[in-house]
């Protein structure tokens, strides 16, 4: 693809913090962007230019959206979209970001899964699939205990539990149904993998010009959700080397253009291909206050086949989610001037129209000479923050 003449209009299907973000980096090249989300005021609606409710796992729904604007870009932020319709619309001339094959491969576990592990013979976690609780019984008795089960179709971690013992499996199970999105409920079990840390690898993948990284990023999870990031993720040159090596092989063959947040677990002796993204990935939050470009700009130029100048990364850095506590739909945060106090950081609060237990609402950001002093900021300022 050719560099595109600017303004672009843009349509982003899904508008959490992340598409907010990118409507962000969107505008400041002048480009109109329509934001789609199953509800209203959804984050990057505040900031776009047009906003539509509709739910896209309803094809005509899609089709009605994309007739009345007409955009010239599709850029999935989210897992839960009817991807067949995404092909037909490539088919017609719109450019879906990454392609319409490659959103289709990674809405779900499975299909990235069997692409790396079966086509590119990449290693990855033993796996294996359940479609009901008496075949998830029978699958982990194969598979063995501790693993983690997942719906092989969600979003930041939902639906996640590590099981240790049988007794947990139908509570698995339940928790997996309920975290699904999408029309399946197929679940996807994993060995339990003993690594020493979880990197997200944010790879850019450009239109005519070579694929580049940002420095990994490691993260902590609970619950199956991130809690705080860091960059640089500490490991050593000959397991980046590796990291970015998958990260290229399993991108090439999903082809198109964009970031790929692209998570690995590390472990004393190997590098294993855990999970992709086709998007600005959750805990690539902090390359808001880590890197001369972040990662949505990094996405956008990417997608508009801009040149990317060389990433520098600033300072060891971190983020730390801020989480709410209850159900709410009057939002209101306290101690945000506290929190500023801790020197080298900034907030990022969503505009979440409500909140529930542990929905993210907002992150903390930070600077320090080492890892651990930028880690404890981040986490020291979203906790100073409370919500009502």
Known sequence: MKNLQLPQKIMLLGSGELGKEFVIAAQRLGNFVVAIDRYANAPAMQVADAAEVISMLNGDDLEQVVQKYQPDLIVPEIEAIRTEKLEEFERRGITVIPTAAATNYTMNRDRIRELAAQELGIRTAKYAYATSLEELVHVLADLGFPNVVKPVMSSSGKGQSVVRSP?????????????????????????????????TLLTVKQWNAPTVFCPPIGHRQERGDYQESWQPAGISASKIQQAEEIATKVTDALGGAGIFGVEFFITKNEVIFSELSPRPHDTGMVTLISQNFNEFE???????????????????????????????????????????????????????PDSRPYRRMGVALAKG????????????AAKIISIY
């Open 167 to 199: 007794e947990e499996v139908t509570t698995a199970w339940e928790n997996a149904l309920e975290g699904a999105r999408g029309d399946t409920p197929k679940i996807i079990v994993e060995e339990f993998i003993d690594f020493e840390i979880e990197i």
């Open 369 to 380: 000479k080492t890892i651990e002093e930028a880690r404890n900021k981040a986490t020291t």
């Open 298 to 352: 990094l996405h956008l130029r990417a997608i508009l086949g801009l040149p990317i100048p060389k990433i520098e990364l600033f300072a060891p850095s971190a983020s730390a989610v801020i989480l709410a506590e209850k159900h709410s739909d009057e939002i209101r945060f306290a101690n945000v001037a506290e929190a500023l106090k801790v020197a080298d950081t900034d907030i990022r609060l969503f505009g979440k």
